[in-house]
Structure formats: structure tokens, C-alpha cells
């Protein structure tokens, strides 16, 4: 019998599905892409996502989180867009770096190639050279996939993805039967007309059409479903199968989306556009459950969330947290509960009086931060639940303020500050990381911090290990701030346990107060937030919703 060689396999090729968006942003197109993504998971196939930004920003990491949104900080630490949270907790996987890239990450790898001799003396350009350095990442990224989903961000039509769709039509020219292109449009139903228009959609398309790129498919985001008779007409005008013409309405949650697009055939129809293999039927079966359990109307929990990025203007911006926000919610749709989330901007409770409001709430949590704005007003609300005995989970900056907290107010280190606020302060116990020290005097800021994931070995009986149920875990990380290990043992003398540490037990991970003190007190210096997943809830954001709801 012939041997089988690895090379007699014949791998499928990769195929590569981009999702564009057209008309105006904010439409959803991050939502799109990872419901595209998971639905062709659910169908069996290997699906991998990644996401092009056209910022200068090499990451995300600089940006300010009120004009950007969350950072969300991948496993092997680089920082990158609250998209690509979506996709990680959508597809229930890890992604690495290669999937995301900016404008700026795009170019700097150009420009240290050609600093390298990498183009062997040849004349670089803008086109080809930036979009074939954007066709070789996203190939790379989908080497070992059936599939890779490419969120191009912007919307069509305007100066800054003009490269990032050359790199598409370069892809669609070269291996036609491997590309789809799907354009995320939206249609208006202005109230003085009541009626819904394609009009803008239409000439969207037709502005894509302009770089050399097709749509396959046009989702139609829209405040209601769209009928078969504009259904029709975008399929005429827009060149698209009436079939591959999506209803997208506003929805109550985003974890719906994917059923809607199910009911709609979406993957059916992806699958044939791409001539991908008819695996199995879809595995939704889990999904469905967690959506069940998302509506739930049982007893409520109710978390208040105090942060300083709350207040833009006058909005409000949850974007800041999403991935806290989410990890809440998902916790509590595993206990059976409905979370009630609270957002409140910590400048209120600067004065005392407003603190008694807390009163009304289960647990309080206090996300990652930096800076001084706010600082105050944060100090005083974890005294205040320390005192009073409502559940604590403080993250990052949270836990670094928890500790500051009860060195000033428990262990009596007074003139005690962090690092990062009060550099002159006679007892910091909060201090810089020795290796920071040398990167923020000469400004190297960019993608420096202590990023990514990292070991942490967690003691016996703590609040930690009965959560984790191991003693050895693995968290993301962002900051360049540490507990000072001069003050460790005055702390623990003073009743705070420190119950994780870096393996070689230099850096402080978690603190706790013991639960014989304190219900709930826990503050992490890493993000769990990051790791949390609708079908595989954080655990320890478990734990912190049990206890909230469990002592109210
Ligand atoms: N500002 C703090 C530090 O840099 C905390 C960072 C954070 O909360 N992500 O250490």
C-alpha cells in the first residue's frame, strides 16, 4: 500500500472574509465580524480574526481611553483595540499578536525592513509595498486556519484605509475563490419620512466599488428588519444575490446577533460563497443556553462600578470597561442572577456625603486606572466598603488604591502615597517597577508598561484558590506600578494578606482581607476582566458576584 505522506493531504486553501463598513461607523462592524466568526466555528471549520486599525498609533496602548475605548491587552501583550475582545470572547480563544495591526505598526515594519536592506535595494513604495506587508500579516495570522475573518476599520470612502482595501482588492485579484468581501451599510428610517432608505447604502457600495473591491454580501443595519422589497432593490443596485442581502435591526444585546444572522442563513451563505466544505450542522447549542440565561428575570445583583472615565461630556461611556462590564454580567448570568450595573464617576465621592449611596449596592468594584484624577474620591469609597462590609473587587489601580488605603488608614503609614501620584511622599507603597524607572525618565512609553500574561502562584486558603480552584494561574497584564515589597510585612502584620505572588515571589499579585474580617475584599494587580468569556466566565468574578449577592 502507498504510504501516506503529510504531502499527499491536500490542505484546503484558507479563505479570507473581510468585513468592510460603509455609510457612517458605530454601526456594529466589530459585532458583525466576530458573529461572522463564531457562526463558522459553530459550523466546525478553524476560524481565526484579526483587525486593521488606520491609526498612526503603532497600538493602542497611547490612546486615551475616552477617545478610543478600552485597551485591550492580548496574551502575549501587546495593546490593542476593545474589538478584538469581542472577537477573543465571541470565539472563546486566545489571539496573538499578528492579528492585530495600525496603520503605524504597518509602516514601522516597512520602514525597519527597508532600514534591514529587506527590499535588496529596490525603490520602496507606498503601493505595493505598505498592502503587501498587510496581505503578508494577515496570511500569516491565517496559516493554520480554514478561515480568517479581517475587520477593516474605518468606513469606506474615506483617505485612511485606502491601503488596507488595495490590500483587499490585491487579495480578491489574486485568489478570487478564496475572498469575500461583506459590507456592513446602514439604512436610515428618518422620522419625518417613517420610511426606511438605501439611498446611502447604495452609494456606499458604489464607493467601494471605486477601490476595485466588491461586496458579496451587504449586511443592513437599520432601527428595525428590513423588508424583501428593499431587500430587492440593494440586490439590484448593488450587484449582491438577494439572498446575501442581511436584515440587521437594532437589538437589546449584543449575544443575540448571532442567532439573528443565523435566522437570516448568513453562514449558509458564506459557506457557499467561499466554496467552503459542508461540515456538520451548526453547534449553537451552548450559545443558546448562555442567551437564555442572559435573559433571566431572577433576583437581582447589583454592582456599582467606580471609575473616572465615566463622564464625557454628557455621556456616559461604558466603553471605557467593556471587558469589566461583560465579566460582571457573565458571572452573574452563570449564577442565575441579573446583574443591575451601576456606573459611577469616583470625583463624586471626593465628598464624603455622596458615599452613603453605597449602601444601595451588593459589591463594588474598582477598575484599572492612571493618573490622579479622581484618586481621592476612589480611596474614600474602598474605605468606606472596608468599613462597611460590602464585597470589594478592585483591579489593577484598584488594588493598588486598596492597599494604599489601608497602609494610610489600617496600618497607620502615614504620609504613605503611590508612586505614580505623589513621587515626593515619604512612604511609597506603591512604588515604580525597578525596570520602569529608566523607560518613563527618557519618555519611552509606547507598549512598555508590564504587559501581558504572567504567572502568579496563589496560597492555600485563600479567597483566591477556592475561586480558581488551582494554585497556579495565568493572567494579563498592564501597568508599571507595584506594591512596595519594603512595606510587605508591615501591611501583613497590620491584617493584610498577600495570597498571590509573582514564582519567584517578588511581585504582589493579589491581596485579601480575611473573610472572618471582610466578606469579599480582593484586589488584583492583573486584569481578569480580559480572560473572561460568555461561555467560560472568570472565576474569580464569580466568586466576587457570590459574595455580593450572598451578603446583601
Ligand atoms: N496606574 C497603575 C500602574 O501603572 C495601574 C494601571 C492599571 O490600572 N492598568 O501601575
Known sequence: MKKRTKASVKKSPTKYIFVVGGVMSGVGKGITSSSIAMLLQARGHRVTALKIDPYINVDAGTMNPTEHGEVFVLKDGLETDQDMGNYERFLNIDLPAINYMTTGSVYKSVIEKERNLGYKGKNVEVVPDIPLEVIRRIKKAGKDFDVVLVEVGGTVGEY????????VRMMETEEPENVAVVMVGYLPVPGSIGEMKTKPTQTAVRMLNSAGVFADMIICRSPIGIDDKRKEKISKFCNVKVENVISAPDVNSIYDIPLNYEEEKLSTQLIELLNLPRKKTIDLKEWRLFVKRSKNENDKVKIAVVGKYFNSGDFVLSDVYISVLEAIKFSAYKLNLKPEISYLSSQEFENKKNLKKLKNFDGVLVPGGFGKTGIDGKLNVIEYVRKNKIPYFGICYGMQLAVLEFARNVAKIKKSSTEEIDPQAEHLVVGVMEDQREKIA???????MRLGSYPTVISAGSIATKAYRTN?????????????????NQLETAGLNFTGKSPDGRLMEIVELPTDIHPFFVGVQFHPELQARPLSPHPLFTAFIKASYESN
Not at 485612511?160 to 490590500?167: K, P
Not at 507595584?482 to 510587605?488: K, L, M, T
Open 472 to 488: 497556579e494561574i495565568s493572567e494579563r497584564h498592564r501597568h508599571r506600578y507595584e506594591v512596595n515589597p519594603y512595606y510587605i
Open 160 to 167: 485612511q484605509n485606502v491601503l488596507f482595501l488595495e490590500a
Open 442 to 448: 527618557s519618555k519611552d512609553m509606547g507598549g512598555t
